[in-house]
């Protein structure tokens, strides 16, 4: 079967640096709080110069080191509530663990926040967590295999989309049972708020392209890339629909390329070692293999693009076209001054390119 390639409008957005450290764990970088001021002030920004979207994560626990590497972090459904009375046009994408809240109770917030926000509200469904994250909050169920989790998110999305468009839901499934479940107001937008995920297993990548309507997808190389958006699309058209495929990326800019590395090297002296061990271990990662995973991948948690305004502009269009992607989610070590330089000289290139 053929499968759909990315059409040419391309999607540029932000990654909220909703908890402390951002996506650079290093004790040398801009300081990010993880508070409402600077989530404000990027959310803003990233309305203000034409972005398409802004999203945060939900997070419960950080990962200690030097830096307390997100150990502060903002709830993200009552920030991005926040957050869409700031902005005006921006898309609202909001996190919600299945593991932690009711599909009921999600649904009925999902659809709030589509009501403040005028129909620009999605949601990110994170299906997998983080053991210790959950456990401290005695919201781990051992009993559960990762497989397992993933099939109570798809109960629980169904129940949610069912929600979201029928006046009473009855429901009798494995993990949730619902009885003339009602829910009222009903999300202002069309056909329902947009669903997003990120999930790089196979039972990740089944639920991602049967449920949302864009995914995220990683790799360690653009090929890697390429072949995990090739992947979810061929698996989304053998199920008759289509799916967005997106990535990651953090912007290091600076007056030249010199300028930026220097960046890049004074933020890699200072990273965060107990931090990332800590982090690489919640991913699963062997404790045999931790130093030298946690050697090998520094400080930078994501692709990430360094250089000139011109040099990085030209190498987000170059990774965007070979890793045949429908959009980027972007991340900065200082939100304030990347978003107004993307604004100003690189949003307006690419947009040139990709419409």
Request: with cysteine; aromatic share 8%; net charge negative.
């Amino acid at each position: 079967m053929m499968f759909s390639r990315p059409s040419p409008h391309k999607d540029f957005g932000v990654f909220l640096p909703v908890a402390n450290g951002g996506w650079i764990v290093s004790a040398t970088t801009p300081t990010l709080d993880g508070l409402y001021a600077q989530n404000r002030a990027a959310a803003v920004l990233a309305d203000e110069i034409g972005l398409d979207f802004v999203m945060s994560m939900g997070k419960f626990r950080g990962f200690g080191g030097e830096t307390d590497h997100w150990g502060t972090s903002l709830e993200s459904v009552t920030l991005m509530a926040a957050i869409a009375e700031a902005t005006k046009r921006v898309r609202i994408w909001a996190t919600v663990h299945p593991l932690l809240q009711n599909p009921a109770v999600a649904a009925k917030m999902i659809a709030t926040l589509d009501q403040i926000s005028g129909g620009r509200a999605g949601l990110n469904i994170v299906a997998g967590a983080y053991k210790a994250e959950f456990d401290q909050m005695s919201a781990w169920d051992d009993s559960l295999s990762h497989d397992d989790r993933y099939a109570l998110a798809e109960e629980w999305t169904t129940i949610v989309k069912r929600l979201w468009t029928e006046d009473s839901v009855d429901f009798s499934g494995r993990y949730f049972t619902m009885k003339d479940c009602q829910s009222k107001p009903k999300p202002l937008a069309r056909p329902r708020p947009e669903l997003i995920c990120a999930g790089m297993s196979d039972r990740g990548f089944q639920f991602s392209v049967r449920e949302a309507d864009a995914c995220f997808i990683g790799g360690r190389s653009r090929e890697e890339h390429r072949e995990a958006s090739r992947r979810a699309k061929r698996m989304a058209a053998d199920l008759g629909r289509s799916v967005r495929t997106y990535a990651m990326c953090t912007v290091i800019h600076g007056s030249t390329d010199a300028a930026a590395q220097a960046l890049v090297a004074r933020y890699a002296e200072g990273a965060d070692i107990g931090a990332i061990l800590a982090m690489l271990a919640s991913w699963g990662v062997p404790a045999d293999r931790l130093q030298a995973t946690a050697r090998q991948q520094g400080a930078f948690m994501t692709q990430t693009v360094v250089g000139s305004p011109a040099s990085c502009r030209e190498q987000i269009e170059a990774f965007v076209t070979a890793c045949e992607l429908d959009g980027l989610m972007l991340i900065f070590p200082d939100y304030v001054e990347g978003l107004s330089m993307f604004g100003a000289e690189i949003l307006p290139g690419l947009r040139a390119v990709f419409s």
